[in-house]
C-alpha cells in the first residue's frame, strides 16, 4: 500500500501544481490561484505517509489510515467546484475537481481492500495459532 500512496501522492500533487502554474491545460483560466493547488495540498500529506511507512515499517498501520482518511477528503472535496460549478465541464476548476475525485476515490477503494485483505490476513493468522496451541 505504500506505494500506492506514493504513485497517487504524486499523480495529485502533480495535477495541482499544473492547474495552479499553467491552467491552459485543462482548457484556461487565471494561474497562480491557490485554491488550483487543492490536489497538492491532499496529494503531498499522501505522498508522506507512503514514505514515512518505506522509512519506519511501524508507522504503517497509522500512516495509512491517516492517508485513506485523506483519500476520502481528496474525493468529496474534489467534487465540491464541480457541484458549485454546476459541472460545467469547461471551467478548469471542474476538469481539475473531477480529475481530483477520480483520483483520490480509487485511492481510497484500494486503501479499503487492503484494510479488507489485512483483516482476513490477521484473522486467519489468529485461527491457525490458536489451533495449533
Known amino acids: 500500500m505504500p506505494g500506492h500512496a506514493i504513485v497517487f501522492g504524486l499523480l495529485l500533487s502533480a495535477l495541482g501544481v499544473t492547474a495552479y502554474a499553467s491552467p491552459d491545460t485543462f482548457g484556461g483560466g487565471k494561474p497562480y490561484q491557490i485554491s488550483a493547488l487543492s490536489p497538492a495540498f491532499i496529494g503531498l500529506p499522501i505522498l508522506l505517509a507512503g514514505i514515512a511507512v518505506l522509512a519506519a515499517p511501524g508507522t504503517r498501520k497509522h500512516a495509512m489510515h491517516a492517508a485513506a482518511v485523506l483519500g476520502l477528503l481528496g474525493t468529496v472535496g474534489g467534487f465540491v467546484p464541480v457541484i ?50
Open 84 to 133: 458549485l460549478r454546476k459541472f460545467d465541464l469547461e471551467q478548469t476548476a471542474v476538469l481539475v475537481g473531477l480529475t481530483m475525485t477520480g483520483l483520490s476515490g480509487v485511492f481510497l477503494g484500494l486503501c479499503v481492500k487492503s484494510f479488507i485483505q489485512a483483516k482476513r490476513a490477521r484473522k486467519a493468522k489468529e485461527a491457525s495459532g490458536a489451533g495449533v496451541a
